[in-house]
């Protein structure tokens, strides 16, 4: 977890994220979200102390596979039916409003 540039001294400033993200924090909860956030990134930074030599890095916890079922044909929606259900239509199609000029 330790980038290039970066000790683990260095920590993430919950006041200066939350006006990025326009949040208006008290200061009490800028104090508990900092010191909530800390406490996570402590528990993060506790996966550098393991040993993960001769172990493959996955994306799931167990083996993922496909699973495909059979491609077979259902009755879809009549065209009737769902156009009834439209505000507006043209040609048998839905009519919406032009949004590109």
């Known amino acids: 977890m330790n980038e290039p540039g970066r000790t683990d001294t260095d920590s993430i ?5 939350a006006h990025l ?4 924090l008290t200061p009490e909860e800028t104090t508990t979200f900092q010191e909530q956030l800390e406490q996570v990134v402590g528990y993060v930074r506790k996966i550098d102390e393991l ?4 172990i493959e890095p ?3 916890a167990v083996q993922v596979e496909n699973v495909f079922r059979e491609d077979k044909v259902k009755p879809g929606l009549e065209r ?3 156009l009834e259900n439209a505000p507006s239509c043209i040609q048998e199609q839905f009519q919406v ?3 590109v000029e």
Do not use: E, F
């Open 13 to 17: 400033d919950v006041a200066y994220v």
């Open 58 to 60: 996955t994306a799931h």
């Open 97 to 99: 409003p032009k949004i």
């Open 21 to 24: 993200a326009r949040l208006q």
């Open 51 to 54: 040993d993960v030599t001769g």
């Open 80 to 82: 009737d039916r769902v």
